[in-house]
């Protein structure tokens, strides 16, 4: 059974890097194909994807935001860390977890319950 | 880069048929995936690879993509289809995910 669960800090002052952890459980992260990703979602907005990092390390970022994102992954103890520098409150956003596979072309089949991130001095 | 067109809202009666598109450039060339996110509720995968469902969706859910358009379907309508729909593609030539904005599903 797959699970996903997001954990960081619930506020955080503008300018200053958010830092999300990802621990999940069920796959691994050195199988062909995996891949564990970030998707957020601002009060009452879409969903936007913000970066993957796959088995082999290769990494994707949403072009928009790629000079402030960076997404690592720590094999042996099932974590994806994510970083945002210079967060403002347009970043005040539900972040979520998710796991994918190059398979199905990458459709997000689990989601971490998200975590509520506000950014307010 | 690419971008996703979904109609803001969608209304149904219950046991009708509600349709909520997707629109992209030749979208049929790419292979699109549908959520489903209930008021408070984490998204649910519902579609996969255009028109698999995973295991647990019910067959009331379909999906189709041909031209420009994807469409998800959902048959016999019921209280609880009522959510938010996002539709996502994995565009291989910018290596971008996206994702739609989205359409809410209201049952009459």
């Known amino acids: 059974q797959i699970t996903l669960k997001e954990s960081g800090p619930t506020l955080v002052k503008p300018t200053q890097t958010l830092t999300l952890t990802c621990t999940f459980s069920g796959f691994s992260l050195t199988t062909t194909g995996v891949g564990v990703g970030w998707v957020r979602q601002p009060p009452g907005k879409a969903l936007e994807w913000l970066a993957l990092i796959y088995w082999n390390d290769d990494k994707q970022y949403n072009s928009s935001l790629k000079n402030r994102l960076t997404v690592t992954k720590d094999t042996p103890t099932k974590q994806v860390v994510l970083r945002m520098t210079n967060v403002g409150p347009v970043d005040t956003a539900t972040y979520y977890c998710?796991?994918?596979?190059?398979?199905?072309?990458?459709?997000?089949?689990?989601w971490g319950q998200g975590t509520m991130v506000t950014v307010s001095s | 880069s690419y971008v996703l067109t979904q109609p803001p809202s969608v209304s149904v009666a219950p046991g009708k048929t509600a349709r909520i598109t997707c629109g992209g450039n030749?979208?049929?060339?790419?292979?699109v995936h549908w959520y489903q996110q209930r008021p408070g509720q984490v998204p649910v995968l519902v579609i996969f690879?255009?028109?698999d469902r995973p295991s647990g969706i019910p067959e009331r859910f379909s999906g189709s993509n041909s031209g420009d358009t994807a469409t998800l379907t959902i048959s016999g309508v019921e209280a609880g289809d009522e959510a938010d729909y996002f539709c996502?593609?994995?565009?291989?030539?910018?290596?971008?995910?996206?994702f739609g904005g989205g359409t809410k599903l209201t049952v009459l």
């Open positions: 996502h593609v994995w565009d291989r030539s910018s290596d971008q995910q996206i």
């Open positions: 690879f255009d028109s």
């Open positions: 998710v796991h994918s596979d190059r398979i199905t072309d990458d459709a997000f089949d689990m």
């Open positions: 030749n979208i049929a060339g790419k292979t």
